[in-house]
T-cell receptor, first 112, second 113 residues
């Protein structure tokens, strides 16, 4: 079982719709969770971090964390073509300190 | 502006040659990391360092070496022992608090033929 799993996609949504990206993790002791966006050929950039159960909103982005079910999700409201990218879920497993473990990423395509 | 600088952006080498990738940060971060990215596989940790003169192997350290002589610098050497070195290499840093996210450099794309 992979430590961090994501559906590779591509996930296609029309412009203006809500894009929902999901991620599951295996280490129940994990405490820190991050979403990164990566455009083709570029390095990842941090979008959201979340540490507590529930929702965290930042502009059009909402991160949701459910530690009991071991999943974290990212919602993108009013999706724009510029949101088309690969979204990486990253987790700091409970026993490994500050080493991030990344999922393989979900490709998002927003169609205008 | 503070940030992480990786150089060069593109690097081409012949098989059997060692090559060193540069990573410099001026964020005053304690922790630095090297990741490798291959298509469809996400990022895999090669080495990391939490303080000067100390570093630990990540998940795929074989065929790689690092040094951390200065807080600002964390160069990665890809040796001839690395069987499949062609990849996108990403250097990152963090304040090292255990909850801190990583900040990435722009990456070096290495091609070995």
């Amino acid at each position: 079982q992979k430590e961090v799993e994501q559906n590779s996609g591509p996930l296609s949504v029309p412009e203006g719709a809500i894009a929902s990206l999901n991620c599951t993790y295996s280490d129940r002791g994990s405490q820190s969770f991050f979403w990164y966006r990566q455009y083709s050929g570029k390095s990842p950039e941090l979008i959201m971090s979340i540490y507590s159960n529930g929702d965290k909103e930042d502009g059009r982005f909402t991160a949701q964390l459910n530690k009991a079910s071991q999943y974290v999700s990212l919602l993108i409201r009013d999706s724009q073509p510029s949101d088309s990218a690969t979204y990486l879920c990253a987790v700091i497993p409970g026993v490994r300190g500050n080493k991030l473990v990344f999922g393989a990423g979900t490709i998002l395509r927003v169609k205008s | 502006d503070g940030g992480i600088t990786q150089s060069p952006k593109y690097l081409f080498r012949k098989e059997g040659q060692n090559v060193t990738l540069s990573c410099e940060q001026n964020l005053n971060h304690d922790a630095m990391y090297w990741y490798r990215q291959d298509p469809g596989q996400g990022l895999r940790l090669i080495y990391y360092s939490q303080i000067v003169n100390d570093f630990q192997k990540g998940d795929i350290a074989e065929g790689y070496s690092v040094s951390r002589e200065k807080k600002e610098s964390f160069p990665l050497t890809v040796t001839s022992a690395q069987k499949n070195p062609t990849a996108f290499y990403l250097c990152a840093s963090s304040i090292g608090s255990g909850k801190a996210p990583l900040h990435f450099g722009n990456g070096t794309r290495l091609t070995v033929t």
